[in-house]
């Protein structure tokens, strides 16, 4: 029988990717006897990356991510499989409030990614000046701003359609949030085409976006109306959770963390290809 060198693999990182790849890694090595071993490393002092919750008197707070879409089933198979079904939550999500120097304002009502599609929300709403709104209404007059193919950030694109301040004070929040960017250098054909294409078919962003907006439909009669589940799903702990759930079912030895990884390098084998991770605290792989 060949003796067959053990294959060892380095996740590098301890957010949600990492432990992902870790946990499924480990399963198959169980499920399959492969003749693998892992080694996790973390740099900071705790797993979970950009997911953090804190918990203050009796609220969950997300520092970071706050759900995730319930119809991309991949985050709630994993965690029914790390034993968080009963945890899992429909997020129930009222209104929602961004932060202009020290104030809240409520987010103006049918405005879709920030793009205004109701009259009334967006002329009555504090978050804006008068001048701002004016300018942001110049969207339904001002001619395309981008040949079919050509792309631009997301933040050029926005400031020429509905002006800086419906950008700064909306638009931006919203938006850098998901991507985790600057909108200024983000491109919109990568994160948003669908904001570009409504501009080429109907050059108005507000026009454009109030007739691609679903109608309504009206309930159905019945006895008894059941509130719809909503789009997200979190944890009642937070997401928080599910960083802890996969990380109880890692082998412990396996996760390194505080241990910066500094530099990949190959190493020439004659059998295979191998990496040498170079670490930034002490401990050897
Ligand atoms: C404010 C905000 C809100 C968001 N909201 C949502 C949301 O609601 N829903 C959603 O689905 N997504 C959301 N996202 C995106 C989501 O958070 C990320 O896509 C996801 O968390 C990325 O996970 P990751 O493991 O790839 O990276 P990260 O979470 O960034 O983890 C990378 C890890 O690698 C570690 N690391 C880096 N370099 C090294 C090194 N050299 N050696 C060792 N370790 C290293 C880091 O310390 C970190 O722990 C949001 C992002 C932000 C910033």
């Known amino acids: 029988m060949v003796n067959e060198q053990k294959k060892r693999v380095a996740i590098i990182g301890g957010g949600i990717t990492g432990l992902t790849v870790a946990y499924y890694l480990q399963k198959e090595v169980m499920s399959k006897g ?31 991510p706050d759900s995730f879409l319930a119809r991309k089933q991949s985050a709630a198979r994993l ?20 932060l202009k120097g020290d104030e809240l304002y409520p987010i103006p009502g049918g405005a879709i990614m920030g793009i205004p599609t109701k009259v009334a929300p967006f002329a009555t ?16 007059f001002i001619p395309k701003t981008s ?3 050509e792309d631009q950030s997301l933040g050029q694109f926005f400031r020429k359609r509905l002006g800086d301040e419906v950008v700064e004070n909306l638009i931006e929040p919203l938006l850098s949030g998901i991507y ?24 108005s962003l ?6 691609a907006m679903p109608k309504p ?38 996760v390194k963390k505080e241990t910066g990884i500094e530099r ?20 050897t792989m």
């Open 180 to 203: 985790a960017g600057d909108i200024d250098r983000l491109s919109l054909l990568a994160t948003f085409p669908q904001f570009h294409q409504v501009e080429q078919k109907y050059r």
């Open 147 to 149: 040949s079919s193919n």
């Open 79 to 98: 965690a029914k499989e790390v034993g968080l079904e009963k945890e899992l939550v429909y997020n129930d999500s009222g209104q929602s409030f961004v």
């Open 217 to 254: 439909t009206k309930p159905a009669k019945t006895k008894q109306t059941t509130k719809s589940k909503g789009m997200f799903l979190s944890f009642k702990g937070g997401l928080q959770s599910l960083v802890e759930g996969i990380e109880n079912h890692l082998d412990e030895d396996a």
């Open 125 to 140: 709403t504090k978050l804006f000046t008068p001048l701002g709104k004016l300018r942001a209404a110049g969207d339904l």
């Open 264 to 283: 990949v390098e190959k190493v020439e084998s004659n059998t295979s290809l191998l990496l040498r991770v170079a670490m930034l605290s002490c401990l």
């Open 206 to 211: 507000i026009l454009g976006m109030s007739k």
């Open 34 to 64: 492969l003749n693998l071993e892992y080694q996790l490393f973390e740099s900071n002092q705790q797993l979970g990356g950009k997911i953090q919750t804190d918990y203050s008197n009796g609220f969950v707070i997300e520092r970071g």
